[in-house]
């Protein structure tokens, strides 16, 4: 066996690679007890296919897809734009940004909290991101309507001084 004095030290540790495969697991979530191998029934038994839908299909990809093809040119416009942009402008990009993370944390949610390993705790934790996306739209309504808007309050982050709301500006402007 041909070894360099550079890989000596190395040759002899077989810690780079592990022959167990661990599955991902989070400790405090109880989980359900999985039958070995994770497989129920036997090898000639057909498998559960869910029944199809479109709007958990094609549709819902091409939506996600979207999403995330309209958050770049959204983010762009408020650092191209030297002035104020516009309250639809704005509204939208905060709806595109809740869009977008809703379907990332549901992904999250589905591939490492799974239905199958860990029971009830999957829909509760769908339960709580579907909460927080409401109170979200809630809150996206009120930064819109009496605040000075998404792009408007993180301007306000690096100036010092505070922005007005949208309505006072545009009445500056027309006196």
Request: hydrophobic content about 40%.
């Amino acid at each position: 066996m041909y070894t360099s004095r550079f890989c000596r030290p190395l040759c002899g540790v077989r810690s780079f690679h592990s022959s167990i495969a661990r599955p991902f697991t989070i400790p405090f979530l109880p989980k359900i007890p999985q039958k070995p191998g994770g497989v129920s029934g036997t090898a000639n038994d057909s498998s559960y296919m869910p029944p199809e839908s479109r709007t958990h299909g094609s549709y819902h990809w091409i939506v996600e897809r979207g999403l995330s093809l309209m958050v770049l040119p959204l983010i762009m416009v408020p650092l191209v734009s030297t002035g104020p942009i516009s309250t639809f402008t704005d509204t939208f990009l905060s709806l595109v940004l809740l869009g977008h993370c809703h379907i990332g944390f549901q992904s999250c949610i589905i591939d490492y909290v799974s239905e199958r390993v860990y029971g009830k705790v999957h829909h509760y934790a769908m339960y709580l991101l579907s909460l927080g996306s409401f109170l979200s739209l809630v809150g996206i309504y009120k930064l819109e309507s009496q605040g000075a808007g998404l792009i408007g309050s993180l301007k306000s982050l690096w100036e010092s001084e505070p922005v007005e709301k949208k309505e006072e500006m545009a009445t500056d402007k027309l006196v």
